[in-house]
């Protein structure tokens, strides 16, 4: 993603939220999903006030999904290092 559109992108998530709360408790959320041959999987789990997702089991692609976005909406703050936009 060009630095750019990420700028773009943090200021949109900034000024879009709403105050819209989710539909369903937090564990209706949780989920396994798979594509078509299973080979690639996340996993959707409640965290405290939000969700955790993760890709393939894997700590690097681990994301605190935040209380809400907009209603069934969820989200993670996107950030970068100061300076670095």
């Known amino acids: 993603m060009q630095l750019s559109w990420f700028a773009q992108a ?9 105050d819209t709360l ?3 408790s937090l564990e209706k959320y949780m989920s396994d999903l798979a594509n ?6 996340i996993v959707v789990t409640p965290q405290g006030t939000g969700l955790r997702l993760f890709a393939q089991d894997k700590p690097l692609t681990t ?9 069934d909406t969820f989200y993670w703050p996107m950030n970068l290092p100061p300076g670095q936009f």
């Open 10 to 18: 943090k200021s949109v998530l900034g000024t879009s939220k709403t």
């Open 36 to 41: 078509k041959v299973h080979n690639f999987i």
């Open 63 to 71: 994301y605190k999904l935040k209380k809400s976005f907009d209603g």
């Open 22 to 24: 989710p539909t369903h």
